[in-house]
T-cell receptor, first 114, second 111 residues
Framework: DGGITQSPKYLFRKEGQNVTLSCEQNLNHDAMYWYRQDPGQGLRLIYYSQIVNDFQKGDIAEGYSVSREKKESFPLTVTSAQKNPTAFYLC?????????????FGQGTRLTVV | RKEVEQDPGPFNVPEGATVAFNCTYSNSASQSFFWYRQDCRKEPKLLMSVYSSGNEDGRFTAQLNRASQYISLLIRDSKLSDSATYLCVVNPNTNAGKSTFGDGTTLTVKP
């Protein structure tokens, strides 16, 4: 079945550590996105990529980094520079680079700083 | 002012009630509009796209008002299973490639 897969589902990080969240899609979608969601809040865009080997900052990119070396993969690294990383992270993809079609989401990764 | 604004609610309604949500957007060039549903601690999923002529899917009706720059979602005969957060999404259909999500409206349907 086609879809978008995030791993791990739960992740615990010590302060000062970098961690990488995985996102893979087999939908052959052009665009991929990373969002952060805090409790009771909406989705905030971290980074997005419309095409392989290219990505743009979203609204809250500071403390995060991404890569898009393959069409199907868009990993997110939460660096130690991100001061409050505890949140629910959602990866999404859309068929078109413009993002004007249905977005498919992964099941999310809950990151907790311990 | 946020690009996309929704009344956060919560909306608490009895089963069988009709409830409507609005979502306003600031970019008059916006072209694509969607409603997503998000259950607690889950990922959002597409509920329906919003077309200029309006569209209906069973108990759900979505409408677009370009003049006033808002979209609406009407739910008739509410079910307990409709309890969720409803997110509106707006996209300008430009090469910028970014959709903007509203913060969501929470609906609780009670017996």
């Amino acid at each position: 079945d086609g879809g978008i897969t995030q791993s791990p589902k739960y992740l615990f990080r010590k302060e000062g550590q970098n961690v990488t969240l995985s996102c893979e899609q087999n939908l052959n979608h052009d665009a991929m996105y990373w969002y952060r969601q805090d409790p009771g809040q909406g989705l905030r865009l971290i980074y997005y990529s419309q095409i392989v080997n290219d990505f743009q900052k979203g609204d809250i990119a500071e403390g995060y980094s991404v890569s898009r070396e393959k069409k199907e993969s868009f990993p997110l690294t939460v660096t130690s520079a991100q001061k409050n990383p505890t949140a629910f992270y959602l990866c999404a993809s859309t068929k078109t680079p413009q993002g004007n079609t249905e977005a498919f989401f992964g099941q999310g990764t809950r990151l907790t700083v311990v | 002012r946020k690009e996309v604004e929704q009344d956060p609610g919560p909306f608490n309604v009895p089963e069988g009630a009709t409830v409507a949500f609005n979502c306003t957007y600031s970019n008059s060039a916006s072209q694509s509009f969607f409603w997503y549903r998000q259950d607690c601690r889950k990922e959002p999923k597409l509920l329906m796209s919003v077309y200029s002529s309006g569209n209906e899917d069973g108990r759900f009706t979505a409408q677009l008002n370009r003049a006033s720059q808002y979209i609406s979602l009407l739910i008739r005969d509410s079910k307990l299973s409709d309890s969720a957060t409803y997110l509106c999404v707006v996209n300008p259909n430009t090469n910028a490639g970014k959709s903007t999500f509203g913060d969501g409206t929470t609906l609780t349907v009670k017996p």
